[in-house]
């Protein structure tokens, strides 16, 4: 490994952009590809196609990053790194086409000696059972043609501490020659620890076993919400004071539903690896029902709380406060943000929408503007714009609020007379 290795980034979304950025700024000759021109204009012009502050603070290295829609330009890199979507259909059924086509086109213009590392999340045997096929299937071996690893990504995006620079990894490897020059690689590039493991497809479960913790840990928590909000308990307090118990417990909390390319994904992929080798994870299926469910406990709670004032929710002003999954980010994938629009529509609300992030998908262009077209709010995302507005909401008039992250002052909303309730918290 050497700053002569180059390095060629496929897909250069929220994962390969910054993974790029980083290669580059630790010496490595690294190019970006990606099928979308679009994006490789824009990041030829020097700008960010998503907003995310690693790349923020690195804006003057977008330039210097040669990136091309053609993959051909990838023939004469030593290392490939795909990083493409690993999305689930609408049965929630993973969907490997993304991941294929990069892997084509990869071996179609493949150069000598390539060590090719799957970032993209994928579920056990992936690599071995759908990747490694295709090269077979062009006469291309292992060891001798190519090299085949698999380093999960762990970006967090909109993370102030954790970033693609110190996250720790994992790598897995089909050959030991292949396991020994990934891991240099990610030596290099990362301050942090880079743990080897036993196999490629232990590697592989690593990614969807932390995704599918977080699942199941949250699915417990908005189960808890449900039920103490039926037993009058406030969840949070609750969960507050577990919390202090210094060992053996882990604090997480209730929400209005999950949302990103990973954790209401990446549950799937296990899931389904397990079912074709016949086995049924009856726990992740079940966490992957509740927190699905969430959006629609979310409408169900400001149907309950608008009752209370004799509004019904049809022909009611109902204000979003949010459309992104996290807070302070732009990225809407699987946000519970749209199921609970349509779940509004469906009840006949009328609905105005602003997310701060995301102007060209809201329906109004400010808060206030908002606030004057409301009668009751969802605050679906805890985005800074939206904090420490509660005497706004009073100013405006607002009758009703349902926190779906509990960020809101609920006291002092209720001392202005408005009626407030949040997942679990009220
Ligand atoms: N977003 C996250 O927070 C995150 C974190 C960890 C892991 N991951 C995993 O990383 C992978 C990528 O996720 P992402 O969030 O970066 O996705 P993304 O949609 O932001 O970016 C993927 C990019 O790949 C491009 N692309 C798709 N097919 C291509 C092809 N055949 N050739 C070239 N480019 C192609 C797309 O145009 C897009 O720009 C997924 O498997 C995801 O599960 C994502």
Known sequence: MTKETRVGIVGLGYVGLPLALRSLEKGFK?????????????IKQGQSPFLEEFIERRKKLLKKLPVFTDAKNLKKVDIIIICVPTPIDKSHYPNLKPL????????????????????STINPGVCEEVIKPMFIKEGLQEEKDYYLAHCPERIDPGNKKWNVSNINRVVGAISKEGLKRALEYYKTIIDGKI?????????????????????????????????????????????????????????HYPSRGVGGHCIPVDPYYLIEEAKRKGFDHLFLRAARKINNYMPFYTVKTLQDILNEIELPLKNTAIGILGLSYKANIDDLRESPAFKIVDELKKKQAKISTFDPYAKKESNVNSLEELLKNSEALILVTNHQEFLNKEDLFKKFNIKAIVDGVNCLDGEKIKSFGIKYHGIGKF
Do not use: W, Y
């Open 100 to 119: 294929k086509n990069a892997v084509k086109s990869v071996i179609n213009n493949l150069g000598k000696n390539q060590l090719i590392i799957i970032e």
């Open 195 to 251: 743990r080897p493991m036993k196999s490629i497809k232990a590697a592989e479960s690593v990614k969807v076993v932390e995704n599918s913790f977080r699942d199941v840990n949250i699915a417990f928590v908005n189960e808890l919400a449900q039920s103490f909000d039926q037993m009058g308990i406030d969840v949070k307090d609750v969960i507050d004071g577990a919390a202090t118990k210094p060992f053996a417990f882990m604090a």
């Open 30 to 42: 690294t190019i970006g590809v990606d099928s979308d021109k679009t994006k490789i204009n824009k």
